[in-house]
């Protein structure tokens, strides 16, 4: 795996394509900065292959958990994308599900706790590097010790982060070198969002690294793009960095004018889950007289005050009586499935059935509308115009479909 740089901007800001990301050596490659195809027990939540694939631009890397499949996996025998029907797609194994909180205060010296639909599983390096021999990925994130995040963690807690996740790596390098069923896999080195971890982790033989403890709700914006400019100054350029946590636009935004390539791709199934489409303007050349922007519409009526707190303004709440009556599609001029045969009022009424169609045409729109600022994004690191897209930011990420 290497990757291509075609172009910085300001020094930081990372244009480029990832090539030989599978087993596959030259058969795919991937667009960065570009986010990863979130999945849910092996499959894009509310679709079908059948209509993901109607979507244009969709990342060729799939992301998978393994605390999902774990204990399914142990009878696996021919490896998970043969088991869940994923062909056509390169797998990368991350320990958590990143649309999903976990608790934390769960690992060792010896052991990471994962959690699953079961409850908590211990991995050891032993049982994590066995379980790698069925799921078979293309990608994994070596094991490290993630529970670093919250605000009030204290310097002695990262100090020790920081020495496990480096003692995980290096067992997990040790046996894959010594494993020939692990042949041909990639491994991910976890720095956990600390200049330390990021030196000592860039002197092993790694493909890329995990980028940890920089999660939306961790710490104030300004303090997280500080971290990861210092962390990437320790980085090899030609190597891919994929942040962890972190889906918002404004939040990609400033990360990749910080130095990220990739970043998990969950951001689109949680706003679906509140019921909510993705609505904000993303066009390279900002100009309203040709372009217009999104207007900020902010959730009422009856709105459940939680959804009020976990929405962000990049997103309308279909479940707002608003839209009873609103004919017009989520977003004019947008490509997708939903809005080229569906209208807002439609999609209301589906959400206070209970309609299972509700998400399923929702997923379609927002895995549209979030690929589609990646590819905006990437245009305007192209056309030295990233300035211009930072900087119209009032809620607003300057962009539509």
């Known amino acids: 795996m290497q990757l291509e740089l075609s172009r910085v901007v300001h020094g930081t800001s990372r244009l480029g394509v990832l090539r030989g990301v599978g087993n596959k050596a030259g058969e795919y490659s991937l667009d960065t900065p570009g986010c990863l195809l979130y999945t849910h027990l092996g499959t894009v939540p509310h679709l079908t292959q059948d209509t993901l694939h109607t979507l244009k631009h969709l990342p060729c890397v799939s992301q998978v958990t393994l605390a999902e499949h774990q204990e399914v996996l142990e009878e696996v025998k021919d490896g998970f994308r043969k088991f869940a029907g994923l062909h056509d797609t390169i797998l990368y194994l991350s320990l958590h599900d990143p649309a999903a909180a976990y608790p934390t205060g769960y690992t060792t010296n ?31 994130q070596s094991i490290a010790d993630g529970e670093t995040w919250e605000s009030n963690t204290s310097r002695k807690r990262v100090r020790k982060s920081v020495d496990r996740t480096l003692a995980h790596l290096d067992k997990c390098l040790l046996e894959h070198q010594t494993t020939p069923e692990l042949e041909g896999m990639e491994v991910f080195g976890v720095v956990e969002g600390r200049v330390r971890s990021a030196k000592e982790t860039a002197k092993r033989p790694v493909v890329g690294f995990c980028l940890d403890g920089l999660q939306t709700g961790s710490m104030d914006q300004g303090l997280r793009t500080e971290l990861i400019s210092a962390v990437n100054r320790e980085l090899p350029e030609h190597k891919p960095r994929l942040l962890q946590g972190v889906g918002r636009p404004d939040e990609v935004l400033a990360c990749v004018e910080a130095g990220v390539d990739l970043f998990e791709g969950f951001f689109p199934f949680q706003v679906t889950e509140r019921g909510c489409a993705l609505y904000f303007n993303y066009n390279i050349y900002p100009d309203p007289e040709v372009t217009g922007t999104a207007p900020t519409m902010q959730p009422n009526g009856e709105v ?92 607003t990420v300057t962009t539509g479909c």
């Not at 303004?313 to 977003?331: C, G, M, S, W, Y």
């Not at 209208?343 to 206070?352: K, S």
């Not at 979030?370 to 300035?387: M, P, S």
């Open 304 to 395: 459940n005050p939680e959804d009020q707190i976990e929405m962000t303004t990049f997103e309308i709440n279909l479940k707002d009586k608003r839209f009873q009556d609103d004919f017009a599609p989520l977003v004019e001029g947008c490509g997708c499935y939903c809005c080229q045969n569906h209208q807002r009022a439609y999609i209301h009424h589906l959400l206070v059935t209970n309609e299972l169609l509700a998400g399923v045409l929702l997923m379609i729109h927002n895995t549209a509308h979030y690929q589609g600022f990646f590819k905006a994004l990437r245009d305007a690191l192209a056309n030295d115009n990233l300035d211009g897209t930072l900087s119209n930011r009032d809620h």
């Open 110 to 140: 010896k052991t990471v706790s994962v959690w699953g639909s079961g409850g908590r599983i211990e991995l050891t390096v032993a049982k994590f590097m066995a379980l790698l021999k069925t799921v078979q990925p293309d990608w994994y």
